[in-house]
């Protein structure tokens, strides 16, 4: 039986997938490169992501005093204007 193969295809190459980015680690003081704005603890978690509607945006939470915050481009979100992006189009 023939094969289905063209003899001028060449064989598929595989794409490599792209680099993962490594994660951070409250435990490694590298990691931290903010403070908190409410008490100044420099232990926080940061979390980069994308909104619903696009918006880029950073969620911070202090270890210390459980301060949370989100904020994007520099400028504060309230919980409302997150809320407000990430709901879904009806």
Known sequence: MPSRRAATSAPRQRRRPEPVPPLGSLTQSEAVTTSCVAC???????????????????????????????????????????????????
């Open 40 to 90: 100044g603890a420099e232990r926080v978690t940061r979390l980069a992501m994308t909104l619903t509607d696009g918006t880029p945006a950073v969620f911070t939470s202090c270890t210390r005093c459980e301060h949370r915050g989100w904020e994007t481009e520099g400028a504060t979100l309230s919980i409302d204007d997150v809320v407000d992006r990430t709901r879904r189009p009806v």
